[in-house]
T-cell receptor
Framework: GAGVSQSPSNKVTEKGKDVELRCDPI?????LYWYRQSLGQGLEFLIY????????KSGLPSDRFSAERTGGSVSTLTIQRTQQEDSAVYLC???????????????FGSGTRLTVV | DAKTTQPNSMESNEEEPVHLPCNHS???????IHWYRQLPSQGPEYVIH???SNVNNRMASLAIAEDRKSSTLILHRATLRDAAVYYC???????????FGTGTRLTIIP
């Protein structure tokens, strides 16, 4: 598709369960990011993938959070043993980075709204 | 990371131009200036970015001060659909994480 696709759009889960959130970036985009936004709050960086480099995991809030990017394309964010404070909108973004050709804007998906009850 | 400073909120009348300021006095020579906006209940949307020269696209114009310590996003003719939170962000190669501040909440008055 033309944009960044995230699924599911909404997810309600019970406290303690594991969840997987999926992101399909724009084809050809080399960099992929995950952010989260709690209700009424700003965007919080979680993790960043760029090509074949080791991901920047500096924003992951705890070891219950992990993410992978398979084949340089689709990414999955996994939250284990979900807690109520994990409730937020999880946003994915992608961009094309080429140090020789220049800098590009980032395209965000519509997000997954996660509610932990 | 170099920081940006934006007013918390601004108001503008519909169909008038809007100038959204951003200060970035600690900007480095390789920092790009990005602008994004977030409409209610949506993910952020790319608006424009630049390095040194002023930039124009179909959505807006970006005016960059000669010393690059400030910039202004210009919406030439505001519509109600432009009501959003606007974020001014610095980023560069090797540190591409977008660090979102609190942005400017733009209200358009009909």
């Amino acid at each position: 598709g033309a944009g960044v696709s995230q699924s599911p759009s909404n997810k309600v889960t019970e406290k303690g369960k594991d969840v997987e959130l999926r992101c399909d970036p724009i084809s050809g985009h080399t960099a992929l990011y995950w952010y989260r936004q709690s209700l009424g709050q700003g965007l919080e960086f979680l993790i960043y993938f760029q090509g074949n480099s080791a991901p920047d995991k500096s924003g992951l809030p705890s070891d219950r959070f992990s993410a992978e990017r398979t084949g340089g394309s689709v990414s999955t964010l996994t939250i284990q043993r979900t807690q109520q404070e994990d409730s937020a909108v999880y946003l994915c973004a992608s961009t094309y980075e080429n140090y020789r050709r220049g800098h590009y804007g980032y395209t965000f998906g519509s997000g997954t709204r996660l509610t932990v009850v | 990371d170099a920081k940006t400073t934006q007013p918390n909120s601004m108001e503008s009348n519909e169909e008038e131009p809007v100038h959204l300021p951003c200060n970035h006095s600690t900007i480095s020579g390789t920092d790009y200036i990005h602008w994004y906006r977030q409409l209610p209940s949506q993910g952020p949307e790319y608006v424009i970015h630049g390095l040194t020269s002023n930039v124009n696209n179909r959505m807006a114009s970006l005016a960059i001060a000669e010393d690059r310590k400030s910039s202004t996003l210009i919406l030439h003719r505001a519509t109600l659909r432009d009501a959003a939170v606007y974020y001014c962000i610095l980023t560069n190669f090797g540190n591409e994480k977008l660090t979102f501040g609190t942005g400017t909440r733009l209200t358009i008055i009909p």
